[in-house]
Every structure is written in structure tokens, then in C-alpha cells.
């Protein structure tokens, strides 16, 4: 039983090898779509009882094919008439005996998109065929395993048919030229069940001179190589044999060095020289050799290692190692840096001078943006005392107009602060030093106007309290607006002169009125952060406002909703 399913299989073998052009396929096969298209598997059953089945692999699963209108299963032959795009898979023919696979064979089957624009599909070439000058050249037709019923072969060279080539089924060329480059397309008409399905192939012939196949190393014959003590190094030496559809040449490739061959790498020596590795590349032959350095000593620096190549001839290419050494910069990388140095030296120097021009603007920004509130939680009822000269009434009316108004209109109104003003929210008939130490206690920050006619026992107890509490105590911070310059004040104290610039504020009239102005913004910056309050708390706070101020007297308790 052994015995006979061995002939049976050395049987198929052989009718794939040897049965002619019928069964001469390669896999992958590309075939254009809409055409027809034909395997085969050996012609007909070895023994009795086995038959020919085909299948498809399906999702991982193999299917038996079963014939129809399009696919014809006829003995040895999977015809398609014609093939379509789904049509794409793996294909086996196995000889099969009931449940039982004796030898199958297995191809891809790649269906290609025809562009329809052009009379050959790019992706359908036969690629790397190549041709040299004053040889000869043959083209063959299609194989359609199905010559009986051709009734029509075309051919093309560049789409353009060639009238006294139709019929035959080769095309020959008995001496090349570089005008016979392009590509030659054969269209083979079938006829089958009344209709005519085409088979197409296209070959792409590149025609070179005499001199372009002969075998010779690539590259440059002095190679220098860095490196290092201990390091693995691999040196290449590749040669040129000829193109694909020529004998293959006979030669010799091998390393040598001081005169000797380099051993193959059999045994652990240091260095060695692989066994050679033939390739093909665009339709043309090479092989390679590589030496090998397991680990490069010292005594390999500075050799010369010598590629050999002799094919009616000699060549060699020479290969030193050099040690390794931290280069200088190069120019262009050196000037390069510096540029970038330069700039981005002249972009940070930008941004901080930008900063500390806009340090007031980008601080509010990020107040505004993260909605910071430095008011929560410290037990304080004001955010700022306003100290100012109350008692010269009408001779200061403008410096009353703006410690009255102007500034609790904008803190208030505008910005959501509550001061605390000694004549609004003072009540009267109570002991007034002690009132003016508890309001100062309770607020945040100590805002004096300092004006001409700033000076008066009590407008100076609220200094010289307000004062000890910010230098002294560190209890309470002090803005100073400079309503006047401050170099009429030669009554004030000295230690007002200990104030950093960002406590002290300029008020210069009709400039410093609007809300955008420098002023309202270095005095919020002086201000505690606290979020700017809503339109509709506006409103409520003006209201408020009305009820419980009338010339400045108190009526009622200021509505705390909107803080």
C-alpha cells in the first residue's frame, strides 16, 4: 500500500514538472480581471478511484469548488470565463482518493484592476527583462492552455499595434537596438460558448549597451572606515555578475589579507569571511561577500583588507579601519548654533523685558483667568481704610470729589472691592481714634491720598497707625496715591520713603480717568486679587449703595451678597 501511494505521489510530481508548458505555473500568478484565465493540474487521474478536486481558501477554511456558467472544471483545467476581482485567494489541486488528500499543489492568485485607459495595467508587467545591444530577443504570447479555440492573437509595442506580428504567437528580434526598448503587449482572443474573452500579457524590455553587462565590483576601490577597539564591524564587497536572463558567469570573490586568505567563518576566529550570498535586483545579478569582525583589536587598525574579484580579469577593492576620533565641529553645525544661540538668547532676553513691561497687565490677566481670591478666610470686613483730609470743605473739593467718588465708584463699582470710607461708613458720636484703629484693623490695605493740603490731627493718626502697622507689625499693607507730588511733603514721615514703587500710585487727572488706564491698573495690582464682580452684582451693589448713602450719611448696613 506504501509502495503504491509513493508512485502515485512521485507520479504527480513528475506531470508538474514534466508536463509541459500546460503546467508550467508560478506563484503568485497576477491576472488581469474580466479575462480568462486557466490552471492546471496533471491531466487526469494515476489510478482508479482517484479524482482531481480543487479548492479555495476561504476565511481560513479550504472550499471545494464546484463548477457553473463561469467556472469550468474540466479534467486537469480551473478555467474562469472570464476572472473577476473576488477571484483573489489560494488555490490547491489535490488527487484525491474518498476523504483522503494524496498530493496537492498550491498557488496565490492575485487579480488585478485593468486600467482601462491604457492597453497594459502597470501592476501586470513582466518586469527586469533586459536586453543587450546587437543580441537577439524573443517575446511569447500568453500560455492559455487552450489553443484550440484562439481565433485571433494582436500584438503592441508602446499600444501600438503591429500589424505583420498578428497571428504569431512569438515575436523574435534578431538584433537588438536601443529604439527596440518599451513594452510589448500580445492580446490572445479566445472564443468560448459563442462569446470572445481575451488574455493579456505585457512584457517591459530594457535595452542596454555591450559594455553595461560586464561583470565588475561596485563601488570605490579605496574604502576608509571608522571605528573603534572591541566594536563589531562588518565590511561588505559586492560584484556585478550580469543580468537575469543571461548565463550566469563563473568567477571568484573572496578576502585576503597580507597575502593570505582570510579563513571562512567556521571556527571562532575574530575575523572571518561569510559564506557569499547571491541576489537579484531590477532584473540583474549580484552576489555579496562580507568580513566579518567579531570584535576589532588593535592590530586590525590601519590594515589593508583586500576584496578579490576575477572573472577574465582581476579586481580588488581595498578596505582600511581607522580608529575613531571625537571630530570638530564642523563650520556650518558651529555657525548654525550660534545663529540659533543668538536667537533664542534675543527671544528670552524679549519675553523678560516684556514681562517686566507688562508685569501689571499679565498679573491682572492671571488674576482675572484663574478667578484668584486672596480675601477668603482672613477675618477681614474691607478690603482697604481710605485715609484722606476730610476737614476742608470747600477749599479741596476736587480731593474730595475723587477720595468720595471717583475712587470708591471704580473699586466698588467696577472692580468689586468694598473700602472703608471714615465719613460713609464711620458711624458718628463714637470715639473717633478708636473707630479709625478697629477700621484699620479690619481692612486689607491702607490707601492714603496724599494732597496738598493732606495734614490734620486726625488724617494724621490714621498714618502714623496705618504705618506701624505695615512697617512694624506687618499687619496691613499701605498704597500710597500721590494725588500731589510727594515732594511737597517735607512733613511727612521718612519712613513712607521705605514704600516700594509698586505701593505707590500717580494720579494724573483727566489721564488717569479711564478705566483702562495705568493707574487703575497699578492700583488694583497693589489691591488684594479678588475676582471682578458681575454685571448684575453692579446693579445690586448701586442700589445698595443708594439706600444707605445719602451727603454721606449712614442709613443702613452695606449688602455683603456680592463680595
Given at each position: 500500500?506504501?509502495?503504491?501511494?509513493?508512485?502515485?505521489?512521485?507520479?504527480?510530481?513528475?506531470?508538474?514538472?514534466?508536463?509541459?508548458?500546460?503546467?508550467?505555473?508560478?506563484?503568485?500568478i497576477?491576472?488581469?480581471?474580466?479575462?480568462?484565465?486557466?490552471?492546471?493540474?496533471?491531466?487526469?487521474?494515476?489510478?482508479?478511484?482517484?479524482?482531481?478536486?480543487?479548492?479555495?481558501?476561504?476565511?481560513?477554511?479550504?472550499?471545494?469548488?464546484?463548477?457553473?456558467?463561469?467556472?469550468?472544471?474540466?479534467?486537469?483545467?480551473?478555467?474562469?470565463?472570464?476572472?473577476?476581482?473576488?477571484?483573489?485567494?489560494?488555490?490547491?489541486?489535490?488527487?484525491?482518493?474518498?476523504?483522503?488528500?494524496?498530493?496537492?499543489?498550491?498557488?496565490?492568485?492575485?487579480?488585478?484592476?485593468?486600467?482601462?485607459?491604457?492597453?497594459?495595467?502597470e501592476?501586470?508587467?513582466?518586469?527586469?527583462?533586459?536586453?543587450?545591444?546587437?543580441?537577439?530577443?524573443?517575446?511569447?504570447?500568453?500560455?492559455?492552455?487552450?489553443?484550440?479555440?484562439?481565433?485571433?492573437?494582436?500584438?503592441?509595442?508602446?499600444?501600438?499595434?503591429?500589424?505583420?506580428?498578428?497571428?504569431?504567437?512569438?515575436?523574435?528580434?534578431?538584433?537588438?537596438?536601443?529604439?527596440?526598448?518599451?513594452?510589448?503587449?500580445?492580446?490572445?482572443?479566445?472564443?468560448?460558448?459563442?462569446?470572445?474573452?481575451?488574455?493579456?500579457?505585457?512584457?517591459?524590455?530594457?535595452?542596454?549597451?555591450?559594455?553595461?553587462?560586464?561583470?565588475?565590483?561596485?563601488?570605490?576601490?579605496?574604502?576608509?572606515?571608522?571605528?573603534?577597539?572591541?566594536?563589531?564591524?562588518?565590511?561588505?564587497?559586492?560584484?556585478?555578475?550580469?543580468?537575469?536572463?543571461?548565463?550566469?558567469?563563473?568567477?571568484?570573490?573572496?578576502?585576503?589579507?597580507?597575502?593570505?586568505?582570510?579563513?571562512?567563518?567556521?571556527?571562532?576566529?575574530?575575523?572571518?569571511?561569510?559564506?557569499?550570498?547571491?541576489?537579484?535586483e531590477?532584473?540583474?545579478?549580484?552576489?555579496?561577500?562580507?568580513l566579518?569582525?567579531?570584535?576589532?583589536?588593535?592590530?586590525?587598525?590601519?590594515?589593508?583588507?583586500?576584496c578579490?574579484?576575477?572573472?577574465?580579469?582581476?579586481?580588488?577593492?581595498?578596505?582600511i579601519?581607522?580608529?575613531?576620533?571625537?571630530?570638530d565641529l564642523?563650520?556650518?553645525?558651529?555657525?548654525?548654533?550660534?545663529?540659533?544661540?543668538?536667537?533664542?538668547?534675543?527671544?528670552?532676553?524679549?519675553?523678560?523685558?516684556?514681562?517686566?513691561i507688562?508685569?501689571?497687565?499679565?498679573?491682572?490677566?492671571?488674576?482675572?483667568?484663574?478667578?484668584?481670591?486672596?480675601?477668603?478666610?482672613?477675618?477681614?470686613?474691607?478690603?482697604?481704610?481710605v485715609?484722606?483730609?476730610?476737614?476742608?470743605?470747600?477749599?479741596c473739593?476736587?480731593?474730595?470729589?475723587?477720595?468720595?467718588e471717583i475712587?470708591?465708584?471704580?473699586?466698588?463699582?467696577?472692580?468689586?472691592?468694598?473700602?472703608?470710607?471714615?465719613?460713609?461708613?464711620?458711624?458718628?458720636?463714637?470715639?473717633?481714634?478708636?473707630?479709625?484703629?478697629?477700621?484699620?484693623?479690619?481692612?486689607?490695605?491702607?490707601?492714603i491720598?496724599?494732597?496738598?493740603?493732606?495734614?490734620s490731627?486726625?488724617?494724621?493718626f490714621?498714618?502714623?497707625?496705618?504705618?506701624?502697622?505695615?512697617?512694624?507689625?506687618?499687619?496691613?499693607?499701605?498704597?500710597?496715591?500721590?494725588?500731589?507730588?510727594?515732594?511737597?511733603?517735607?512733613?511727612?514721615?521718612k519712613?513712607?520713603?521705605?514704600?516700594?514703587?509698586?505701593?505707590?500710585?500717580k494720579?494724573?487727572?483727566?489721564?488717569?480717568?479711564?478705566?483702562?488706564?495705568?493707574?487703575?491698573?497699578?492700583?488694583?495690582?497693589?489691591?488684594?486679587?479678588?475676582?471682578?464682580?458681575?454685571?448684575?452684582?453692579?446693579?445690586?451693589?448701586?442700589?445698595?449703595?443708594?439706600?444707605?448713602?445719602?451727603?454721606?450719611?449712614?442709613?443702613?448696613?452695606?449688602?455683603?451678597?456680592?463680595?
Amino acid at each position: 500500500m506504501c509502495s503504491e501511494n509513493l508512485a502515485v505521489l512521485l507520479t504527480l510530481i513528475f506531470c508538474f514538472i514534466s508536463s509541459g508548458n500546460l503546467c508550467k505555473r508560478y506563484s503568485p500568478i497576477n491576472v488581469l480581471e474580466e479575462e480568462y484565465f486557466s490552471f492546471c493540474c496533471p491531466k487526469k487521474p494515476q489510478h482508479e478511484g482517484q479524482v482531481i478536486h480543487w479548492y479555495k481558501e476561504k476565511k481560513g477554511e479550504e472550499m471545494l469548488i464546484h463548477g457553473d456558467s463561469r467556472i469550468d472544471l474540466n479534467g486537469s483545467n480551473l478555467r474562469f470565463w472570464p476572472i473577476l476581482l473576488n477571484d483573489t485567494g489560494i488555490y490547491q489541486c489535490c488527487l484525491k482518493n474518498g476523504t483522503w488528500k494524496r498530493s496537492c499543489k498550491e498557488w496565490s492568485l492575485n487579480v488585478i484592476k485593468r486600467n482601462k485607459n491604457n492597453c497594459f495595467t502597470e501592476e501586470h508587467l513582466l518586469t527586469g527583462r533586459d536586453g543587450i545591444i546587437g543580441t537577439g530577443y524573443s517575446f511569447t504570447c500568453s500560455d492559455t492552455n487552450d489553443s484550440t479555440n484562439v481565433i485571433n492573437i494582436t500584438w503592441y509595442k508602446d499600444c501600438i499595434e503591429s500589424i505583420n506580428k498578428r497571428g504569431e504567437e512569438e515575436w523574435q528580434i534578431d538584433q537588438l537596438t536601443e529604439k527596440d526598448g518599451g513594452k510589448y503587449t500580445c492580446v490572445k482572443t479566445i472564443l468560448h460558448a459563442g462569446k470572445k474573452y481575451n488574455s493579456t500579457s505585457t512584457t517591459n524590455l530594457n535595452v542596454k549597451g555591450i559594455e553595461e553587462n560586464v561583470p565588475k565590483l561596485i563601488g570605490s576601490a579605496y574604502n576608509v572606515f571608522k571605528t573603534e577597539i572591541g566594536k563589531e564591524e562588518i565590511l561588505n564587497c559586492t560584484a556585478f555578475l550580469g543580468y537575469s536572463n543571461f548565463v550566469e558567469v563563473q568567477y571568484d570573490l573572496y578576502w585576503i589579507v597580507h597575502d593570505d586568505i582570510i579563513e571562512k567563518c567556521q571556527n571562532n576566529n575574530s575575523l572571518c569571511q561569510k559564506e557569499e550570498c547571491k541576489y537579484n535586483e531590477n532584473g540583474k545579478k549580484y552576489v555579496m561577500r562580507q568580513l566579518w569582525f567579531k570584535r576589532v583589536k588593535e592590530e586590525n587598525i590601519n590594515c589593508s583588507y583586500k576584496c578579490i574579484f576575477s572573472e577574465n580579469g582581476f579586481e580588488q577593492q581595498t578596505f582600511i579601519l581607522q580608529k575613531e576620533c571625537n571630530p570638530d565641529l564642523p563650520v556650518h553645525a558651529f555657525t548654525a548654533g550660534m545663529i540659533m544661540a543668538i536667537i533664542f538668547s534675543f527671544i528670552a532676553v524679549m519675553m523678560v523685558i516684556l514681562c517686566v513691561i507688562f508685569k501689571i497687565e499679565l498679573i491682572l490677566l492671571f488674576r482675572d483667568i484663574t478667578g484668584k481670591d486672596e480675601t477668603l478666610g482672613d477675618g477681614k470686613l474691607y478690603d482697604a481704610f481710605v485715609s484722606y483730609l476730610k476737614d476742608c470743605t470747600p477749599i479741596c473739593g476736587e480731593e474730595r470729589k475723587f477720595a468720595l467718588e471717583i475712587l470708591p465708584k471704580t473699586l466698588e463699582d467696577h472692580f468689586g472691592y468694598k473700602l472703608c470710607i471714615f465719613e460713609r461708613d464711620i458711624s458718628p458720636g463714637g470715639a473717633i481714634i478708636d473707630d479709625i484703629q478697629s477700621s484699620i484693623d479690619r481692612s486689607r490695605r491702607l490707601i492714603i491720598i496724599l494732597s496738598q493740603n493732606y495734614v490734620s490731627d486726625q488724617v494724621m493718626f490714621e498714618l502714623e497707625v496705618g504705618l506701624h502697622k505695615a512697617l512694624v507689625e506687618r499687619k496691613i499693607k499701605v498704597i500710597l496715591i500721590e494725588y500731589m507730588p510727594k515732594n511737597y511733603f517735607d512733613f511727612l514721615p521718612k519712613s513712607l520713603e521705605l514704600l516700594s514703587s509698586s505701593q505707590v500710585v500717580k494720579w494724573k487727572e483727566e489721564k488717569s480717568l479711564p478705566l483702562k488706564s495705568k493707574f487703575w491698573k497699578k492700583l488694583r495690582y497693589a489691591m488684594p486679587a479678588k475676582p471682578t464682580i458681575s454685571a448684575a452684582c453692579q446693579g445690586v451693589m448701586l442700589q445698595d449703595k443708594r439706600k444707605r448713602t445719602s451727603t454721606f450719611g449712614i442709613t443702613s448696613e452695606p449688602s455683603l451678597a456680592c463680595y
